[in-house]
């Protein structure tokens, strides 16, 4: 019995080890996998802070130009050879400027390109490793300090990535320059009258070997061309001149998307000016390009024509600018214009029309709005014109004040003019044109016109000193009494001599004897006004007083001819 025990648990024992054993390999994967997602997590942790430094994360404008990049202490490489099993490491160029390939050497790279730079490393690795593919590939630009000084900025200093080029400097020492400062470059510019704070096309980088090389920031937008916009280098510094777009200048006009005077720098042809401007309009005409030179004492020298497509294609060389010039792209004939006028009121399809100028008639606007309601009043109804602007209005009001007008004068012309600006009224007489059929009354309509046809009232508007005031049932042939007693006759207050008839239409405001009450019109009676007893005892003494001295003028004038 304890030998049957023994046994069994001697066979569990085997059992449950070889378990274990056949455990172990997976166990040992398992934590080598969690190790290397660590060692990877850690590593991208690392890229993402390198990159991220001074609070920002650099942008790279596209891939890496390897002949172009300067390899300098603090990137970031993976070398990787293709065996089995493979080799993959992160080396950093340490301070000295190389770096450390294990198995293989130490080796120096800064200063070199990155093309250069993986000539030399694949070329070593090659001599340990014989097979294999090879790889050496930037994987986190370095970050470091550039200086930027000139006009406007005050030496300062800004952290940049290798990747990132002097424009970019340039933008970030503009971020962190202090409000006051700039004020005080803003009203330095005004009080010189001349600069304009901050070339961006004579921009210079003095490099930390005693080198220097240019940058044409402005060109840089428009062509991509890396030589505009180098790359930084440690310890650039990089120096922004003023500019003076009064005397150093370019101007460029006409057809094209960025109309203005533009800085001039030397090797400035027609073609690239025209890039700075943002290139010709769809309207212009690219065959009737003129250049405008003068002399040094601003003399009209002459003006020449070019056809920038027979430049573009090769067939003429290229036009080489010179400081003063002005560049003026012609437009071709374009004479369409959003020409429209606005039908509303009582018209069976209101809304906007198109219009030829001066050549499209109302009856045609009329018709296409598929005319007139059974409710239209063409008596009321009006064509509103807008011709002049708020800027016209001041100026009218200043070339009027030449005139020598009165004050009374120039307030009623105030008064008019806003009237006009509001919208001014076109004399039509519709009744005549469409019921009377008389096509001389046609008038021609103009771009923004509006079209007012007003509905038919068909009643009286009384309103001011009468019992009820409101709208009374028009009846034609009746004068204004009627409509004062159909609105329960005047009040106590009316002053019944000064009634008014104000014309629906024209908004005159005439006698009764001077007009007839048409559908539409108003009558208005006015208030007497309130006297205090003290008002008349002064007129009354004034009155007196006047009789009595023509009572002693006449006695004086009879007592001297006797």
Known sequence: ?????????????????????AVVPILA??????????????????????TTQNGRIAVIDGPVDPSEYIIGPGDLFGVNVWLSPPLSLQLPV????????????????????????????????????????????LLAPRMFAVQVSGFGFTDMTVIVQATERAGDAISLAEAKTPDELKKTFQSTEKMLKESVPGSRRKVEIQHRDGSRSKADIERYMVTKESKCNPLLRDGDVIIVPAKNLLRDFVGVYG????????????????????????????????????????????NTNRTSSYDIRTILAGRMRDMAL???DRIVVKEKIELRR???????????????????????????????????????SLSTSKIFRRSITERELASERLESARGGVTRDDSAYFDLETKVRLNREQVVADLVSLFSGQDKSKDVYLRDGDEIMIASRKKTIYVFGQVVNPGHIPFLRGEDYRYYVQKAGGFTEYAREGDVRIIKAN?????????????????????????????????????VFGILGTLATLTVLVIQATK
């Open 255 to 298: 057809a094209v998307n960025a109309e203005g005077a533009y800085e001039f720098v030397e090797g400035d042809s027609l073609t690239s000016m025209l890039r700075i401007a943002r290139g010709c309009s769809p309207l212009a005409d690219s065959g009737l390009i003129e250049i405008t030179r003068s002399d040094e004492l601003g």
């Open 29 to 50: 994967q398992l934590l080598e996998k969690n190790d290397k997602t660590l060692q990877r997590k850690n590593e991208y942790e690392t890229q993402i802070q390198q």
């Open 506 to 542: 024209t908004k005159q405001w005439l006698a009764p004897g001077e007009t007839t009450i048409e559908e539409g019109d108003y009558v208005w009676i006015p208030k007497e006004p309130y006297r205090p007893f003290g008002y008349y005892i002064q007129i009354y003494s004034q």
């Open 1 to 21: 019995m304890v030998t049957t025990f023994f046994t069994l648990a001697k066979r569990c024992l085997l059992v449950c080890l070889g378990g274990f054993l």
């Open 322 to 324: 010179q400081r003063g």
């Open 94 to 137: 340490t301070p000295e400027g190389s770096i450390i390939i294990p198995t293989v050497a130490e080796i120096q790279l800064a200063g070199m390109n990155l093309m250069e730079a993986k000539r030399k490393v694949i070329s070593e690795i090659r001599k340990k490793y014989l097979s294999g593919d090879i790889s050496f590939t």
């Open 338 to 376: 959003d020409y429209k006028v606005r039908v509303d009121g009582e018209v069976l399809r209101p809304g906007y029309y198109p219009v030829t100028k001066d050549s499209t008639k109302l009856t045609e606007i009329i018709a296409a709005a598929g005319g007139f309601t059974d409710f239209a």
